[in-house]
T-cell receptor, first 112, second 111 residues
Framework: KAGVTQTPRYLIKTRGQQVTLSCSPI?????VSWYQQTPGQGLQFLFE???????NKGNFPGRFSGRQFSNSRSEMNVSTLELGDSALYLC???????????FGPGTRLLVL | QKEVEQDPGPLSVPEGAIVSLNCTYS??????FMWYRQYSRKGPELLMY????GNKEDGRFTAQVDKSSKYISLFIRDSQPSDSATYLC???????????FGPGTRLSVLP
């Protein structure tokens, strides 16, 4: 089975711009979660989608949003980028029972 | 108190040593316990996963869970330089909707 894929792998943006990141989960998995990872804060949960519905949400501002499509692929959008949004954004996929999660390689975002 | 606590290290050991990595968690609602390995600039890779107290072994890796103490451990036997990475513990609730990660322990295995 192919693993979780994320595109793009690297991204450079400037403050005020917006960005869209994409994640394709493992085939058959319907849950997609997004995390932000920074050296200072570690892995922080953004949100989780299951069958196109947001099922759980972390403590991030409304500039961070996401959606999931009928084929389980997910996108995450960050509007009005700030310098502090520079991070590794990780997507994780899980099956219906979601006993554990499998991560993609991440998208490294640099905001200048 | 953070939900999951983990010593960030760094931890340096000589090749061949037994490594012990530990986490504590605060909420007894967590029923699933995972260890991930993350190499620099890569996504976390699932190493071990268990949902019961006791030991689970996979090759050189042993995961240990003590639900009564809310304590989880990962032991690495015969450590290799290729084990040098950050190790993240994670706990999940019974509904599969809430996962919390520890901050990670950075391990260096010196040849």
């Amino acid at each position: 089975k192919a693993g979780v894929t994320q595109t793009p792998r690297y991204l450079i943006k400037t403050r005020g711009q917006q960005v869209t990141l994409s994640c394709s989960p493992i085939s058959g998995h319907r849950s997609v979660s997004w995390y932000q990872q920074t050296p200072g804060q570690g892995l922080q949960f953004l949100f989780e989608y299951f069958s196109e519905t947001q099922r759980n949400k972390g403590n991030f501002p409304g500039r961070f949003s996401g959606r999931q499509f009928s084929n389980s692929r997910s996108e995450m959008n960050v509007s009005t980028l700030e310098l502090g949004d520079s991070a590794l954004y990780l997507c994780a996929s899980g099956d219906r029972v979601q006993e554990t999660q499998y991560f993609g390689p991440g998208t490294r975002l640099l905001v200048l | 108190q953070k939900e999951v606590e983990q010593d960030p290290g760094p931890l340096s050991v000589p090749e061949g040593a037994i490594v012990s990595l530990n986490c504590t968690y605060s909420n007894s609602a967590f029923q699933y316990f995972m260890w991930y390995r993350q190499y620099s600039r890569k996504g976390p890779e699932l190493l071990m996963y268990t949902y019961s107290s006791g030991n689970k072994e996979d090759g050189r890796f042993t995961a240990q869970v003590d639900k009564s103490s809310k304590y989880i451990s990962l032991f690495i036997r015969d450590s290799q330089p290729s084990d040098s990475a950050t190790y993240l513990c994670a706990v999940g609730d019974n509904y599969g909707q809430n996962f919390v990660f520890g901050p990670g322990t950075r391990l260096s295995v010196l040849p």
